[in-house]
């Protein structure tokens, strides 16, 4: 049974909240969303007030949990079948929850795993670059150029993380400005031939490039992790049987996440501190 692992925590509701409590409260020290004051008070049921500013806020306020009005267990058992890519149809049947209901969890956990996307330090040492592109039809042109699709530029630290973006077009700005605010200046920048790439010399950057025409690799100078990650990412993108382009930043995203931390065993625990945490947008 896929809930084993969540029934094994959590046998009633009460139990289940503070599972999170211990998440949103280190140590069950309250303070204030907003100002970070610690003085608080107790004013309702669930209801505190920060005596500094005023604020008045649950112990779930601007957090994505609170996005959704489900119940504690279910919200755990939700996270642990995202965390097992089980699908919203399936996970409707293994919960009892509606359709809407599991397909706007899954959402809100993906609108989570994207709020912290500016938390990552900068990539540096040996650094991989390339765009891929996702979606359109498979017939006709595929790879640049190609109608219908998305292009999404990518960038991978040799022996750490992938960063992954949907850009508007492969142009040399448009790439040349994502490296610089995510790869840091003296890294050495491995790319293919494209043209959009020749002017990363220019920006503090060691660039070498591998004619694809030729071979794939020459030495050191390859982009074959990035390419592993394009394989990962379409492969997975597969199930879900098309995403509309409105949505696609928040699954590709998720692929990110899970790639970067692909090789851990807490992933349940990344997610619950994801949705646990306050977001200054939600405030």
Not at 98 to 117: C, E, H, M, N
Not at 182 to 205: A, E, N
Request: glycine share 8%; with cysteine.
């Amino acid at each position: 049974m896929v809930l084993k692992t969540v029934k094994d925590i959590v046998f009633k509701e009460e139990k289940a909240r503070t599972f999170f409590l211990r998440h949103r409260w280190k140590n069950y020290r309250k303070f204030c969303p907003r100002c970070v004051s610690k003085e608080v008070v107790k004013i309702r049921r669930m209801r505190l007030l920060c005596q500094g500013c005023r604020y008045e806020f649950g112990d779930f306020t601007g957090t994505h949990l609170a996005l959704l009005r489900i119940g504690f267990r279910d919200w755990l058992w939700l996270i642990k079948l995202f965390e097992l890519e089980i699908s919203a149809r399936r996970a409707v049947r293994e919960l009892g929850l509606s359709y809407p209901t599991v397909l706007k969890g899954f959402q809100v956990i993906r609108r989570a795993i994207l709020a912290q996307d500016q938390a990552y330090p900068l990539l540096r040492g040996e650094v991989e670059a390339d765009e891929a592109y996702f979606g359109g039809r498979r017939k006709g042109k595929r790879g640049r150029g190609a109608a219908g699709k998305v292009p999404v530029f990518g960038i991978l630290e040799r022996e750490g993380k992938v960063r992954v973006e949907v850009v508007p077009n492969v142009k040399a700005e448009t790439l040349l400005h994502l490296t610089v605010k995510k790869v840091r200046r003296g890294s050495i920048v491995y790319t293919d031939k494209y043209q959009s790439y020749d002017s990363l010399m220019f920006c503090g950057y060691r660039h070498l490039k591998v004619d694809h025409s030729q071979r794939f690799a020459s030495g050191k100078v390859y982009i074959n992790g990035l390419e592993g990650f394009w394989s990962y990412a379409k492969e997975r993108l597969i199930k879900f049987h098309g995403v509309s382009k409105e949505k696609f930043p928040f699954y590709l995203k998720e692929l990110e996440f899970r790639y970067n931390h692909r090789k851990e065993d807490n992933f349940f625990e990344l997610l619950i501190s994801l949705l646990t945490k306050p977001v200054a947008d939600l405030l």
